[in-house]
């Protein structure tokens, strides 16, 4: 495996199913991100994790859970969802630059999630 | 609060009709602006990263300026698979990557 793989790529759940989101970055990496990607809006950030420290949340969803358990994985434990978190979810990873500028995000295949 | 906004919405094209994409961006301390490919069902592919103005970068028929205000991606002489999704994000003072709606392109024969 190469880059950044995400599974399932594929997800329809009930409001009341757990589930969870899996992503793994073949690239050395040391931070990794979370992505919502809804239909005509930018893609919107969830969460950071850097050296396997969540560094952003950005006002998300208690039913939206990261896990990081080191550098090359990140999982998205979700439950109790709602139809309008129907979306794309992707994941990202990066190295950080020394020397300023900020570093190049590369992304996974996403899993597109259907809420019913 | 940063910003990004891309133009036009939507492109169409006649297989070799060159034409340009503008990423407009707001943003306090430009640390990155960065260029990315989006298929149907895939997740963004990336192109390329511009850190000062007056830098450019190309790549086959891609080309990508940028200046203080905002980025373009120039496309010369397009054919059929460049049809995609091109989004374009701007990472501030915060380190935090900020995407614009993207340009949707499609080069028809």
């Known amino acids: 495996e190469t880059g950044v793989t995400q599974t399932p790529r594929h997800l329809v759940m009930g409001m009341t199913n757990k589930k969870s989101l899996k992503c793994e970055q073949h690239?050395?990496?040391?931070?990794m991100y979370w992505y919502k990607q809804s239909a005509k809006k930018p893609l919107e950030l969830m969460f950071v994790?850097?050296?396997?420290?969540?560094?952003e949340n950005n006002s998300v969803p208690s039913r939206f859970s990261p896990e990081c358990p080191n550098s090359s994985h990140l999982f998205l434990h979700l439950h109790t969802l709602q139809p309008e978190d129907s979306a794309l979810y992707l994941c990202?990873?990066?190295?950080?630059?020394?020397?300023?500028?900020?570093?190049?995000?590369?992304f996974g295949p996403g899993t597109r999630l259907t809420v019913l | 609060e940063d910003q990004v906004t891309q133009s036009p919405e939507a492109l169409r094209l006649q297989e070799g009709e060159s034409s340009s994409l503008n990423c407009s961006y707001t943003?306090?301390?430009?640390?990155?602006l960065f260029w990315y490919r989006q298929d149907p069902g895939k997740g963004p592919e990336f192109l390329f990263t511009?850190?000062?103005a007056g830098e450019e970068k190309e790549k086959e028929r891609l080309k990508a300026t940028l200046t203080k205000k905002e980025s373009f991606l120039h496309i010369t002489a397009p054919k059929p698979e460049d049809s995609a999704t091109y989004l374009c994000?701007?990472?501030?003072?915060?380190?935090?990557?900020?995407f614009g709606t993207g340009t949707q392109l499609k080069v028809e024969l």
């Open positions: 990202a990873s990066s190295q950080a630059r020394t020397g300023g500028g900020t570093d190049t995000q590369y």
């Open positions: 690239l050395g990496h040391n931070a």
């Open positions: 994790y850097s050296l396997e420290e969540r560094v």
């Open positions: 943003v306090s301390g430009l640390r990155g």
């Open positions: 511009l850190y000062s």
């Open positions: 994000g701007a990472a501030g003072g915060g380190n935090k990557l900020t």
